[in-house]
């Protein structure tokens, strides 16, 4: 019986790797199509021509835009719009469920209604797609030097141009979908974070030829390197953090007395709001800079405002770090109001018999709750602004020759985090599928 036992135990231990196994290969092969995508260029543009005209843009919003990407829209790629249009849309509908009487209904129909939901992000990412394609292409005009740039600039390019720049995000989400049912982790947070990735070998390059050149100082490399270890340890250790409110049940009565038993607690997250705020503030002051982009040369008049409005809010400028500050603030209390409702949690303690020891149940609970996640919301907002505004000084006042802003560190961090656990729950799973199967065996 042992020597069977030790073959079915050794037998599941084979399948639960080769299930593991099957999901990472299908991952790669997911991130390589993704990757692949990224090179096939819009029909009608000159690749080298173009490559020339962006090496002048070099330290503005488009390292940024680039970035997240993954270099897609330095090469006029089908993918350039990437899946920004998703995530913009799937804010929206977020916020919506936590605004609308109801959308909120809608987000407790359980399973029919997060796929209501979901059907209701792709049309919207559809119509931002859509608009955004519409934006760019149409404001290609006002690029100097285009007429080198397309080949052709008529109605058919437009079309072509707007078809396909469309067409690679809904594939995008397509294959963001089918890496989250096949592959490991959330496919939409993995690409992005893949095609954050694929910036570092060239950024580590570069730095290095600087480093060996003279042009970038030793000690500054160092602090630097410093900086960057100081941020990931903080990003994880917050990310891993969070508050826990003992709860008591009063389920015990012996002699007319009534007992209480600590049984569990009430974990909240010091990161409540996620990367929603980051993102937030981004898209805020990439939107009026982006319309800055494209009407700066449209006539003279709007030329002087308009360059105005560009110079100033580039990433890394005093406007610009300013108002990000300002923003990320906003958004963290904004966000985890409409995300956490301590009314509710007080309401739910209360039907289940649970209290907090010391306070009373219902108002006092949820005004105090709500005191915990003030504090909790301060932390957080402090250590947002200081994650994204690290590497802005470090581009500014040191001279990084490399893009990597904090909203990209945070997803990078999360993102790992996440395939980890992950990882560990699909284990954990088969060792208890297995568990039971060996225990229904000896029956």
């Known amino acids: 019986m042992d020597k069977i036992n030790l073959e079915l135990s050794l037998k599941n231990i084979r399948s639960n790797f080769s299930d593991i196994k099957d999901r ?18 819009i029909p009608g543009i000159d690749i080298f021509k173009l490559t020339k005209l962006l090496n002048h843009q070099s330290g503005t919003v488009f390292d940024m835009l680039n970035m997240f ?11 350039s719009l990437g899946i920004m249009p998703y995530i913009s849309s799937s804010i929206i509908i977020q916020l919506l469920t936590f605004i609308y009487p109801a959308w909120k209904n ?4 359980g399973e029919v209604g997060r ?12 119509i931002i797609a859509l608009i955004q394609a519409s934006g760019i292409v149409f404001s ?27 067409t690679g995000t809904i594939f995008l989400i397509w294959l963001g979908d089918l890496i989250t049912e096949n592959g490991i982790g959330n496919g939409i947070s993995v690409m992005i974070f893949s095609g954050i990735v694929a910036h570092l070998p060239v950024a580590v390059l570069d730095t290095i030829s600087e480093l060996i050149a003279g042009k970038l100082n030793f000690f500054i490399f160092l602090l630097v390197l410093i900086l960057i270890f100081f941020t990931i340890f903080l990003v994880v250790f917050i990310e891993r953090s969070q508050r826990r409110i003992p709860i008591y049940y009063s389920n015990q009565r012996q002699r007319n007395k009534i007992y ?74 904004f966000y985890t109001n409409l995300a956490f409702n301590s009314r509710e949690t007080s309401n739910n303690l209360k039907k289940s018999g649970a209290f907090i020891q010391g306070i009373r ?27 994204c505004l690290i590497p802005e000084f470090m581009r500014r006042e040191m001279n990084v020759p490399f893009y990597f802003g904090g909203t990209s560190l945070l997803i990078v961090v999360v993102v790992v985090i996440d395939l980890i656990t992950q990882i560990q729950t699909l284990l954990m799973s088969k060792q208890y599928e297995s568990s039971f199967k060996r225990a229904n065996l000896n029956l």
């Open 361 to 387: 149940p219902g108002e006092n609970t949820s005004n105090y709750i709500k005191k915990i996640m003030f504090k909790l919301t301060c932390i957080n907002a402090i250590y947002i602004v200081l994650i």
């Open 115 to 126: 796929i209501k939901i979901n059907q209701y992000t792709k049309y919207l990412t559809l």
């Open 69 to 79: 990407s993954g270099g897609a829209l330095s090469r006029a790629s089908i993918f």
């Open 106 to 109: 809608l987000k407790k129909d």
């Open 24 to 41: 990472v290969l299908f991952l790669t092969f997911s991130l390589i199509i993704f990757r692949l995508g990224s090179f096939i260029p």
């Open 260 to 333: 209480f038993l600590q049984t569990s607690h009430l974990p909240l997250k010091i990161n409540m709001s996620g990367v929603i705020p980051a993102i937030f503030s981004s898209s805020i002051i990439l939107f009026p800079l982006t319309i800055s982009s494209w009407l700066k040369g449209y006539n003279k008049y709007s030329m002087n405002i308009f360059n105005i409005v560009f110079d100033n809010l580039q990433p890394g400028t005093p406007v610009y770090m300013f108002l990000y500050a300002v923003s990320i603030i906003f958004f963290c209390f």
């Open 140 to 166: 290609l005009k006002n690029i100097p030097g285009i007429k080198d740039l397309v080949y052709e600039l008529d109605s058919c390019f437009y079309i072509t141009a707007i078809t396909s720049l469309v």
